[in-house]
């Protein structure tokens, strides 16, 4: 089969279709999902905080609080502030860094940017009164917004900073949970919320030799700037005169790569599966055209851009970026406003886009080799989607060199560098980009132990999948609420998701404490119904993850039959968002089970 429509040049989908069948079984592996190794034991030193010192000491807290919130990332901050709108004084919230900013404290790599566009993905802007800087706002902003919602909303009153939370269990005589910490606090919160992000626990790969290495070395999400010199603007000063290298070319890499190649004598990147590289067009924000927006512009912003990027063409296209134009051209989606969406129109424009971004591949890099091993061969969204204006421009400098291991991946580490095919390549630094664990299991992923009633643990309960209304609650853990991608809906713009899903959360907090409610908990049939409807759409997805290169939205092409209850929610994130507000509006009545309250 093959198409041509307008001015695309024809696609043979059948040769397509190969291509991506064996650079994807070029890259299975048999120790799948046991490549990686955690920033623990041996590698604990990859895990020290390198933004902050030893923690202060302080005397233990030993406490009752209504609410206690797990992550001080967006997804507790917006848990905070929508809880103090709704009324409710008394929160504690525990973070393991030493202040706000979840994702935003730990990664400050040279060249961080958001890569969904700042007035939709930076939160609470009309409310703090911030504008940010660029379409795309470097990392700082987004961290410093984070501070200020942390003050706008009193958030810093009881927070428990370099703390981890590491087990709660549900005490039936208090009728609230015992929540535990490694700084010895004991605070018995009626209400728990755990806001432990998606992209928390960084990884290594299981290279064999990463210990053995006698240069320095560093995550991505741990950067060491007492050695690199410089801040995440650049001037890394402390690279002149090395030899530095890479590994990882995810959505971290691309950001990083720039700037390194700016100061580092060599930079080599050691790449396994190249990523797409689509364009990106930062440009400053026009302040008069900020000011001018009417009250409530973000909301209709947000929406809109979910809308698009769902490949709903729903009025104008208010953002209009790499992500929004996907599936935005004309003859992608027939006759203009739909609400439906054609799953073979999307599929066309899939693919035309990956050939786009092939093409661009050729046109900027000048190194016929090297641009062959950079052009990516899968379906477009078996990956989060790169988008950067001077990552492929890079690989035209004499200091920088691809070194593409052809979905091997590196070989092995020695105490002088890194070896791939035989070769060895000497370095002084090495920068692991190479991500974080990713939705295996919420308990491994979270290092939390909870135990709920009648001395379950989650992790049992869930033995066999996840198990919970609305990806928030579960049955058997009366009074808490979970964020986190399984069973939840999803969007691209995360924190369009996290807003809905805070404010619902807030709203049933606020309904107990102000009708005097003791717990709340999913009713059977709505968790077991929200289960189906989960399974019953996981199957096109599954269907299409599978034929995936592998990563980690696939498990890295092992997949598990329970993963089917552990994946989000396929109905698209309007139908969910609209589920949520009903409930809001009042029918989470028929979906929780309230019990009187009788507690110390
Ligand atoms: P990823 O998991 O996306 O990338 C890890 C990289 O390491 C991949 O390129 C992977 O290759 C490579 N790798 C792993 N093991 C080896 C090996 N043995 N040899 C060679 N290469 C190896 O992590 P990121 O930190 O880049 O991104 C994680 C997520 O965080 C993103 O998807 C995004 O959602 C979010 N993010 C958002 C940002 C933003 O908004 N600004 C910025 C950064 C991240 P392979 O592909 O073959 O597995």
Same mark, same amino acid.
């Given at each position: 089969m093959s198409s041509q429509r307008n001015d695309e040049p024809a696609i043979d989908f059948d040769e397509l279709g190969r291509k991506y069948e064996e650079e994807r079984q070029k890259r299975l592996r048999s120790d799948a999902l046991g490549q990686y190794q955690s920033l623990?034991?041996?590698?604990?030193?990859?895990?020290?905080?390198?933004?902050?010192?030893?923690a202060p000491g302080r005397d233990r807290v030993v406490r009752d609080a209504d609410v206690l919130i797990i992550g001080g990332g967006y997804g507790g901050l917006l848990s905070g502030a929508h809880l103090r709108q709704n009324g409710v004084e008394d929160i504690v919230i525990v973070d393991?860094?030493?202040?706000?900013?979840g994702t935003w404290y730990w990664n400050r790599y040279p060249?961080?940017?958001?890569?969904?566009?700042s007035y939709v993905y930076i939160p609470l802007l009309e409310q703090t009164g911030f504008i940010p800087s660029?379409?795309?706002?470097?990392g700082a902003e987004i961290y410093d917004q984070c501070q200020r919602i942390g003050e706008r909303f009193e958030l810093y009153r009881d927070a428990l900073f370099?703390?981890?939370?590491?087990s709660f269990s549900w005490s039936e005589e208090r009728q609230r949970w015992i929540v535990r910490t490694t700084r010895d606090d004991e605070i018995a919160a009626r209400f728990v919320i755990s806001?432990?992000?998606?992209?928390s626990k960084p990884k290594l790969p299981g290279i064999a030799g990463i210990e053995s290495f006698e240069g320095h070395s560093f995550h991505t999400s741990r950067w060491d700037y007492s050695y690199t010199g410089g801040n995440a603007d650049g001037?890394?000063?402390?690279?002149?005169g090395k030899k530095v290298g890479v590994i990882g070319t995810g959505s971290t890499g691309i950001q990083c790569v720039p700037p390194l190649a700016d100061w580092a004598e060599q930079l080599t990147l050691f790449q396994r599966t190249p990523i797409s590289i689509d364009t990106r067009g930062n440009r400053p924000t026009d302040m008069d055209w900020a000011r001018s927006q009417e009250p409530g512009w973000q909301k209709e912003r947000i929406e809109n851009f979910t809308y698009w990027t769902s490949g709903i063409q729903h009025g104008?296209?208010?953002?209009?970026?790499s992500w929004t134009n996907l599936l935005s051209e004309?003859?992608?989606?027939?006759? $203009? !406003?739909?609400?439906e969406v054609d799953p073979m129109e999307m599929q066309r424009a899939e693919i035309a886009k990956m050939e786009s971004v092939r093409r661009r591949v050729e046109e900027v890099v000048e190194d016929e080799a090297t641009a062959e091993a950079l052009k990516p061969y899968y379906h477009y969204f078996c990956k989060r989607p790169g988008f950067s204006d001077n990552y492929l421009q890079t690989?035209?400098?004499?200091n920088v060199t691809l070194v593409d291991t052809?979905?091997? $991946? !590196?070989e092995r580490i020695t105490p002088k560098g890194v070896v791939v095919s035989g070769k060895e390549y000497e370095l002084d630094c090495l920068v692991y980009a190479t991500g974080f664990d990713f939705m295996t299991s919420y308990t491994k992923e979270t290092g939390l132990t909870i135990t709920g009633r009648g001395g379950i643990s989650l992790d049992d309960h869930w033995s066999h999948g996840a198990r919970t209304l609305w990806g928030m609650q579960t049955r058997g853990f009366p009074n808490f609420f979970l964020m986190s991608l399984v069973q939840s809906g999803v969007s691209i713009n995360y924190n369009h998701i996290a807003e809905a899903q805070t404010a619902y959360i807030a709203a049933v907090i606020a309904h107990c404490i102000d009708k005097g409610i003791g717990n709340v908990e999913p009713t059977k049939d709505a968790e077991d119904s929200w289960v189906d409807r989960i399974v019953e759409l996981s199957g096109p997805r599954q269907a299409f993850l599978e034929a995936c290169t592998p990563g980690y939205f696939n498990y890295e092409g092992e997949y598990r039959e329970e993963y089917a209850l552990n994946?989000?929610?396929?109905?698209?994130?309007h139908e969910y968002l609209a589920l949520l507000e009903k409930a809001i509006k009042g029918a989470f009545a028929d979906n929780l089970e309230f019990t009187e309250r009788a507690e110390s």
């Amino acid at each position: 089969m093959s198409s041509q429509r307008n001015d695309e040049p024809a696609i043979d989908f059948d040769e397509l279709g190969r291509k991506y069948e064996e650079e994807r079984q070029k890259r299975l592996r048999s120790d799948a999902l046991g490549q990686y190794q955690s920033l623990s034991g041996k590698f604990a030193d990859f895990g020290v905080d390198p933004n902050a010192g030893e923690a202060p000491g302080r005397d233990r807290v030993v406490r009752d609080a209504d609410v206690l919130i797990i992550g001080g990332g967006y997804g507790g901050l917006l848990s905070g502030a929508h809880l103090r709108q709704n009324g409710v004084e008394d929160i504690v919230i525990v973070d393991k860094a030493a202040d706000f900013g979840g994702t935003w404290y730990w990664n400050r790599y040279p060249g961080i940017r958001c890569d969904v566009e700042s007035y939709v993905y930076i939160p609470l802007l009309e409310q703090t009164g911030f504008i940010p800087s660029e379409k795309y706002a470097k990392g700082a902003e987004i961290y410093d917004q984070c501070q200020r919602i942390g003050e706008r909303f009193e958030l810093y009153r009881d927070a428990l900073f370099q703390t981890e939370v590491e087990s709660f269990s549900w005490s039936e005589e208090r009728q609230r949970w015992i929540v535990r910490t490694t700084r010895d606090d004991e605070i018995a919160a009626r209400f728990v919320i755990s806001c432990t992000g998606h992209y928390s626990k960084p990884k290594l790969p299981g290279i064999a030799g990463i210990e053995s290495f006698e240069g320095h070395s560093f995550h991505t999400s741990r950067w060491d700037y007492s050695y690199t010199g410089g801040n995440a603007d650049g001037n890394l000063t402390g690279l002149k005169g090395k030899k530095v290298g890479v590994i990882g070319t995810g959505s971290t890499g691309i950001q990083c790569v720039p700037p390194l190649a700016d100061w580092a004598e060599q930079l080599t990147l050691f790449q396994r599966t190249p990523i797409s590289i689509d364009t990106r067009g930062n440009r400053p924000t026009d302040m008069d055209w900020a000011r001018s927006q009417e009250p409530g512009w973000q909301k209709e912003r947000i929406e809109n851009f979910t809308y698009w990027t769902s490949g709903i063409q729903h009025g104008e296209n208010l953002v209009s970026d790499s992500w929004t134009n996907l599936l935005s051209e004309p003859s992608s989606v027939a006759g $203009g !406003v739909v609400e439906e969406v054609d799953p073979m129109e999307m599929q066309r424009a899939e693919i035309a886009k990956m050939e786009s971004v092939r093409r661009r591949v050729e046109e900027v890099v000048e190194d016929e080799a090297t641009a062959e091993a950079l052009k990516p061969y899968y379906h477009y969204f078996c990956k989060r989607p790169g988008f950067s204006d001077n990552y492929l421009q890079t690989f035209n400098r004499p200091n920088v060199t691809l070194v593409d291991t052809d979905g091997k $991946g !590196v070989e092995r580490i020695t105490p002088k560098g890194v070896v791939v095919s035989g070769k060895e390549y000497e370095l002084d630094c090495l920068v692991y980009a190479t991500g974080f664990d990713f939705m295996t299991s919420y308990t491994k992923e979270t290092g939390l132990t909870i135990t709920g009633r009648g001395g379950i643990s989650l992790d049992d309960h869930w033995s066999h999948g996840a198990r919970t209304l609305w990806g928030m609650q579960t049955r058997g853990f009366p009074n808490f609420f979970l964020m986190s991608l399984v069973q939840s809906g999803v969007s691209i713009n995360y924190n369009h998701i996290a807003e809905a899903q805070t404010a619902y959360i807030a709203a049933v907090i606020a309904h107990c404490i102000d009708k005097g409610i003791g717990n709340v908990e999913p009713t059977k049939d709505a968790e077991d119904s929200w289960v189906d409807r989960i399974v019953e759409l996981s199957g096109p997805r599954q269907a299409f993850l599978e034929a995936c290169t592998p990563g980690y939205f696939n498990y890295e092409g092992e997949y598990r039959e329970e993963y089917a209850l552990n994946t989000s929610f396929g109905g698209g994130p309007h139908e969910y968002l609209a589920l949520l507000e009903k409930a809001i509006k009042g029918a989470f009545a028929d979906n929780l089970e309230f019990t009187e309250r009788a507690e110390s």
